[in-house]
């Protein structure tokens, strides 16, 4: 037996596990499809305005891949219905009360739908799918472990981290271009790489419901002891956002997995006991997150705001109710200073935004992207294969904490966030197109 040998045999399980799957990684990066994915991932670990960067070299290495492995751009319905908000988002420049914002907007908007492309076209295979899946699973532990590092440093006194990471560039940035942007909030909230808690919260919403499908269909030991420490630590770092409406998001996005995967899954039985024990500590022990939820009430400085503002855009709404203001939230913004709303920056739900941003037209293209997403993910959760029914489940689960998180607040307001939805409709598309449910589209070239 050689010296190299009796090592291996020597080194913990684990540790063997870590290496292999550093080498996997690094042969990944020798793959442009990868180097596409990876960087739309990085992009949610970054300012907002490097993370625009980094969908630009994600579309480089899509172009690379294409042209190396004969590839075609691919679309399905749901980016379709993209391609179709973001021509209604051009068309309202012609009359937004900030056409310069809106013609910004809607170019983002443009720009982001890369990240669509990138996934609808390069995962070709289910394994590729779930290297692109395990890779964000990634990205949410580290920003579960900046923001669980944020709280316990700022909870002891030391504020050399900023509860946002990359606050002292985006303020000395921003600055130079608007006072009109709020990156401060009250209290002790985290908000890992993100603006502001609300925003980090919603991405958690997203996120974790890939880690627990990483998890649930892990084949190996140790792939689900990883799965589960990683799960754990974004878990807790989404806690610390102190974010009510992401904690009814992630409660809801829970009981969709726990509900549709109970009957084939020990993990979901398990899990039911393990929250059911966890609930009853949670109420009867005294704790900062049961506080922060006890503080909901009409008296609530930030419900008060929420109230006041969803009237003001119900009534701009009923004066502009088919095309709206125009894309973009300095739109919305304009009419909420307007009627003496100072604190917020829009009106914190995603319904009444559309409304106001793009009227009734935009609202119906965002009920056909639901629709489009719910019913085949319905269909998918039907199938027998396992991995692909609990493929479903993710999605399924995703939309539902979307959307409950979505009626607090705005998700869509920021670079990182067009993107994470962007990309979640891309992963829909082709999941259903890998498991036969819906096909996607090549882009044909006109001889």
């Known amino acids: 037996m050689s010296v190299e040998t009796t090592a291996e045999a020597k080194t913990p399980a684990w540790i063997a596990y870590c290496k292999k799957q550093w080498k996997r990684f690094t042969a990944l990066l020798h793959k442009d499809w990868y180097r596409a994915t990876l960087a739309l991932s990085v992009a949610f670990l970054v300012p907002e305005y490097i993370a625009v960067a980094l969908v630009f070299v994600s579309a480089f290495f899509l172009f690379r891949a294409v042209k190396k492995e004969g590839l075609k751009l691919q679309f399905g319905k749901l980016g379709i219905l993209l391609l179709l908000y973001i021509g209604t988002a051009f068309i309202s420049i012609s009359y937004a009360l900030d056409p310069l914002h809106s013609m910004w907007m809607s170019l ?84 890992a790489t993100f603006n502001n808690p609300n925003l980090y919260a919603k991405e958690m919403v997203i996120m974790l419901p890939l880690l627990a499908h990483c998890l649930l269909t892990a084949g190996r030991k140790n792939e689900r002891l990883l799965y589960s420490g990683m799960l754990a630590i974004a878990a807790v770092g989404a806690l610390f956002t102190f974010s009510r409406g992401g904690y009814l998001a992630l409660l809801l996005v829970l009981l969709v997995f726990l ?29 900062p997150f049961m506080d922060r939820l006890a503080s909901i009430s009409f008296e609530d400085k930030a419900v008060a705001l929420r109230l006041d503002a969803w009237q003001v855009a119900w009534e701009s709404f009923l004066e502009r109710p088919i095309g709206g203001y125009g894309v973009g939230s300095f739109n919305a913004l304009e009419l909420i200073q307007n009627s003496g709303i100072k604190e917020t920056p829009h009106f914190h739900n995603v319904v009444l935004e559309l409304l106001i941003e793009g009227g009734l037209i935009a609202i119906v293209i965002y009920a056909l992207m639901a629709w489009q997403v719910f019913i085949p993910n319905l269909k998918l959760h039907h199938v027998e294969d396992w991995n692909d029914r609990t493929l479903g489940v993710t999605f399924l689960a995703i939309a539902c904490g979307f959307l409950l998180a979505g009626m607090v607040d705005f998700p869509m307001s920021t670079p990182k966030g067009i993107l994470s939805f962007i990309l979640i409709l891309g992963f829909s598309d082709c999941a259903n197109h890998l498991c036969g449910i819906q096909p996607t589209y090549p882009l044909k070239r006109r001889k």
Not at 126 to 133: E, K
Not at 171 to 180: E, G, H, P, S, Y
Not at 263 to 284: E, H, N, Y
């Open 259 to 287: 509900v549709l995967n109970f009957a084939r899954s020990k993990v979901a039985r398990w899990a039911v006991l393990f929250i059911c024990l966890g609930a009853v500590a949670f109420v009867l022990i005294p704790n």
């Open 108 to 191: 983002l908007w443009l720009a982001m739908f890369i990240g669509y492309l990138v996934v609808s076209t390069v995962l070709t295979t289910r394994s590729r799918f779930r290297v692109a899946l395990q890779t964000l699973a990634c990205v949410a532990t580290v920003c579960g472990l900046i923001s669980i590092l944020q709280y316990v440093l700022n909870a002891v006194g030391c504020r050399w981290m900023p509860l946002n990471l990359w606050y002292p560039l985006d303020k000395a940035i921003f600055d130079l271009f608007t006072d009109q942007l709020i990156l401060t909030w009250e209290g002790n909230r985290t908000a």
